[in-house]
């Protein structure tokens, strides 16, 4: 069952280098956070910079607990990290501006119908450009593959329940979560595992 922990921050500065630098250290805490509670494993950040390696692709793991799959990921205003038993890929964005060149290149035809319903406001075409963006980026950090991987070799088709709205991928071997935070960032999980159950920690 994949297991999740997030938290939203305010920025220390204007800088993006310093904003980059304390996205990642946020992420790392959270998944020093998640391997204590899920797995009573107690590491130190500089515990990490020996045991976190990257593989030919750049996909994280740690050497020492190869079992344990996690992927971390952030954005402005929010960082997140996954954990599973089996290869497992996240993806966190905030709605807004995108370059349009990229629909052409994300998105399958039935996709992007979704952007094209007759009278749509602009936000929510965003929403559902970054509700797709999301989930192509957890699909590719899910298999390792790296950003060079045809986005739209692979599609996602949304379906309404009755929490909102369930999503399938074309690839029948991964299963999908996605859910809209209070703070309107979309996060976005691809995994192998077959429940539906997700455990969603939001940290303050």
């Known amino acids: ?26 992420g790392l805490t959270l998944l020093i956070q998640g391997l204590k509670n899920i797995y009573d494993i107690s590491l130190s950040v500089r515990d990490l910079d020996k045991y976190l390696k990257r593989t030919d692709s750049g996909k994280p793991f740690l050497s020492l607990w190869p079992h344990i799959h996690f992927n971390i990921s952030h954005c ?4 997140a990290c996954v954990f599973d038993s089996r290869p497992v890929g996240l993806d966190v964005e905030m709605p807004g501006y995108f370059p349009e060149v990229l629909i052409d290149r994300a998105l399958c035809p039935h996709e992007k119908q979704y952007l094209d319903q007759p009278g749509i406001s602009q936000a929510l ?3 559902w450009f970054f509700r797709f963006w999301t989930l192509k980026e957890a699909y590719v950090k899910k298999t390792g593959t790296g950003v060079d991987v045809p ?10 329940d009755q929490t909102g709205y369930s999503v399938t991928c074309s690839d029948s071997r991964v299963f999908c979560y996605q859910t809209i935070l209070k703070s309107r960032h979309i996060l976005s999980v691809c995994h192998e595992d077959h429940t539906r159950d997700i455990r969603l920690n939001i940290c303050p």
């Open 125 to 127: 075409r965003e929403e």
């Open 1 to 26: 069952m994949p297991i999740i922990y997030c938290q939203n921050y305010t920025p220390v500065s204007d800088s993006i280098a310093e904003i980059s630098a304390q996205e990642h250290q946020l």
């Open 151 to 160: 986005l739209k070799d692979f599609s996602f088709t949304f379906y309404r």
């Open 76 to 79: 402005s205003g929010l960082a």
